[in-house]
Every structure is written in C-alpha cells, then in structure tokens.
C-alpha cells in the first residue's frame, strides 16, 4: 500500500531525513517549509498524510493543525506530530488541536512507517465513503463535513476491556465526566459485548493476563458489527513490538502507562470523532443509494431499479425453469382525484396505495411506482392463475375500503384496473413482458375498469 505524504519542516536536513525513510517504503512524499505552504498544499488535496513538525517560525504546528481541522475541505487529512517535546501536556495540546498523532525525535523507523501505513490505509476508506458522498450535494441530501467540524467528540459510548480491575477503574473514572463507560474484565465475553453494544470506541489493554490482546484486537476488526470501531490500546512501557504489531492489525491508536489523564481524554474524543464522521458518511452514502432506486412519495422501488431488476429476475426464472409474473396496476380516475380535490389528496391516495400494495404482496415479490398512478408488481416463482388471486383480492380491498384525503377529514372511494402477464419461455425479455401486461391493462380500463385482466396469450 503506498499514499502520498506532506513532509513540513522548517530544518532542510530534518525533510531530506523523513523524505529519505519514507520513499523508501514506496512513500511518495512532496515537501513543504514553512505551516503556510503546507496549508495551501493540503488545500488543492495533494496529499494523503501530513507529518507536521511542532516548532516553526510562520506558523507553529499546533496552529497549523488547528486549521486543518477546523477546515471542512481539509480536517479528514489525518495529521501527525513530529516534535522533541515529550511532555504529556504538549501531546495534549497538539491532541486538541486535532492531530492524530505524536511522533518524538528521534524517530524510531518501526513507529514511522507503522503509523503512517496505519494512517493512510484509514485514510483511503475514508476517502472512498466521501467519493461516493459527493455525489449526494446533487441531490440535495447534506454534507457531513461540518458537523464534524463541530463535534466535540463527548457523549460517546466505550466499552473498557482489562482483567486488571485496579487499572480498568481509573481509567473509568477519568472517561466517565465525557463518556458512557461500561467494563468487560473478561476478555472472552469482550467480543460478543462489542459486538452487541454499538460501541463508539473500545478501549482494549495489551498486556491481558490470560487472554491474547492482539487476537481480541484481530477478531473485533474481523466481524460485520464492530469492522469500523475505532480501538484504542493501552500498553506497558518497552511495548513497541507488540504496539507495532497492533497497529497492523487494526489498532486505530494507543496510550502507553501510566496513563495521563489529559491525554486519555483528546485521545478518545478523537477516535469518537472519526467514528461519528465515518457513520455519518456510510448514512450519506446509503441515503442516496435509496434515494437513486426508491420513488419519494411511495417509498416503493422507482421504474429504474425496477427496468433492472426485472431483467435479473426473468434470467433467474428461465435458468430454474420457474413462472414470472408482472401486474401492471393503474388507479382508475386519479387525475378526478387532483382535478377535484387538489394534488395534495392525489398524493395522499398514492401513498395509502403503495402502502396497500406492500401488504398485500410476499417478500420475493418486488413493487414499484412505474410513474404517475401506474405501478408494478413482478412476482416470482407465480403462474398467472396464482397471481390472477392476488390481484383479483388486492383490487377487492382497494374497492371495499375508502381512501383518507385531506389529513384523515374526508374519504373517498377508489378502485383499480389490473393488467397480468406471464413469462413466455427463455426467448422471452422484460420489455416484451411488461408491454403485454400493458396491453392487458388497456382492456380492463376499455371494458370498464376496477377489473382484473390477464394476458391472452
């Protein structure tokens, strides 16, 4: 895996160092000076990773980072801290100001190259989920980017997994003024703990007595429900190999004893901040999903995805040498429903239809809105005398049972015209199945409608 990575220092050796390191892992790495440059770099999307030097004459790198991350074009570039200040207040600082690490000079090359591949490689599925969360602005659903801008990363839930119960209590005690804390001392129950709680980070201690940290750390990162929880490790001193090793197996961040509170606290907002960021992104992304195949008004499938589908199903149907029928279903007189009580009532029988519709069919079939106050209904594995029925007790209960208007203050009688058609063998398409249908709808709506009419084949 490789990415690109900005450099920024103000000391030319202190660049040609990291540059030399980096592209030696296949890095490819563009440089900057001074925090202004890196700013504009970071602006036009040029990099994937920042390694941002502390002490600089322009701009320092707390500030630096602070505009980064207070930036929506710019915050989800993850940033990491290179300094000599090793005190646990200057990595609380920089913390707060939204790096998502600290790297202390000198660099051990281990640490450098497993951070930034940790880093880069959360960096590219981010990077997917905000691609495909682009294309939603043209459709009118929300950016994330400023609310996470915004949060503050409090109010989350976390899940603290160590055997040792004096460590495991003062580590609540300190989360606990920000988050909701819940305990596992039992590393074999954690899994299933995590994976039932819809934790927003789990705390995990490396240094279990009688349970594998790193295995624990594997198998959360292996299951659907906790893939994308952010983990952060707790470790000993003198802990590097087994840090680094974490770290490639899914470890988002780590802390090593004794823990400084202060530090606890910025790391665990930024995870729950990621995480938050992350959700939002996959919700963006699923709500235009459904907003691209589903009709707005009925919540029922669009002729889209229902052109698609169809052709899908027919080949299934054909290859298992199972029936496939299509109903093609028009409200009779709609447009006297809008002509003589507004479009707001038209709206109001559709949605009460397609609400009908979706009691009245099995979970295999599949219902959508063909447009206006038609609609179809394809169900498999259905000859025409079984789908002849159900349209025949669907068309009763439409007739039988008047349709609220106007906020449930008045009512009115509707009926509908069924046209029915069955797959006609392997040379058969879904163009020409829905045509007959159509046709068969036609001679309902000429022979009077509110009647069901199958295809004469």
Do not use: W
Not at 35 to 59: K, Q, S, T, Y
Not at 85 to 97: C, F, K, T
Not at 316 to 328: I, S, W
Request: proline share 4%; hydrophobic share 45%; charged share 30%.
């Amino acid at each position: 895996m490789t990415a690109r990575v900005l450099v920024v220092d103000d000391v030319p050796a202190n660049v040609k160092l990291l540059e030399a390191r980096l592209t030696a892992e296949y890095f490819d790495v563009i440089t900057a000076m001074s925090g202004r440059e890196a700013l504009a770099i970071c602006e036009r999307a040029e990099c994937d990773l920042v390694l941002l030097d502390v002490m600089m004459p322009d701009l320092d790198g707390f500030e630096v980072c602070r505009r980064l991350k207070g930036n929506p074009a710019t915050h989800h570039i993850p940033v990491v801290m290179v300094t000599a200040l090793d005190q646990p207040s200057d990595r609380v600082r920089g913390l707060e100001a939204g790096a998502d690490d600290f790297l202390l000079k000198p660099i051990p090359d281990l640490a450098l190259i497993a951070r930034v591949r940790s880093l880069a490689r959360l960096k590219m599925v981010t990077d997917e989920l905000r691609m495909r969360a682009l294309t939603s602005r043209d459709i009118g659903i929300q950016s994330p980017e400023r609310e996470a801008v915004a949060d503050t990363g409090r109010g989350g839930h976390v899940l603290i997994v160590d055997d040792r119960a004096a460590s495991h209590e003062r580590i609540a005690a300190v989360l606990v003024k920000e988050q909701t804390v819940d305990i596992e001392a039992d590393p074999g129950e954690a899994l299933f703990r995590a994976a039932e709680g819809n934790y927003d980070l789990v705390i995990v201690s490396l240094g279990l007595q009688n349970f594998d940290a790193l295995r624990l750390c594997s198998q959360l990162r292996s299951i659907e429900r906790t893939r994308n929880t952010p983990i952060l490790g707790v470790a000993d001193p003198d802990s590097d190999a087994r840090l680094l090793r974490g770290l490639e197996i899914g470890v988002n961040d780590y802390l090593i004893r004794p823990v400084d509170r202060n530090e606890l606290l910025a790391r665990a907002r930024t995870q729950i901040r990621k995480r938050r960021y992350a959700e939002r992104l996959r919700d963006n992304v699923q709500m235009s999903i459904e907003m691209a195949i589903t009709d707005a008004l009925t919540g029922l499938f669009n002729r889209r995805y229902m052109e698609s589908h169809l052709a899908t199903l027919l080949e299934q149907a054909v290859a298992r040498g199972k029936p496939l029928t299509a109903l093609l279903l028009d409200i009779d007189y709609f447009k006297s429903v809008n002509d003589t009580h507004g479009h707001d009532a038209g709206d109001d029988v559709l949605r009460e239809f397609a609400m009908r519709i979706k009691r009245s069919i099995r979970g295999i079939d599949l219902a959508c809105r063909y447009g206006g106050e038609e609609f179809v209904i394809v169900m498999p594995e259905t000859d025409l005398a079984v789908a002849a029925m159900v349209a025949e007790r669907l068309r009763r209960r439409i007739a039988a049972d008047p349709f609220a208007i106007q906020g449930g203050t008045r009512s009115i009688p509707v009926t509908i015209s069924i046209g029915i058609a069955g797959l006609r063998g392997k040379d058969d398409n879904p163009a020409a199945l829905v045509k007959r249908a159509d046709q068969a709808l036609y001679r309902a709506k000429r022979d009077g409608r509110n009647r069901v009419v199958p295809d004469a084949a």
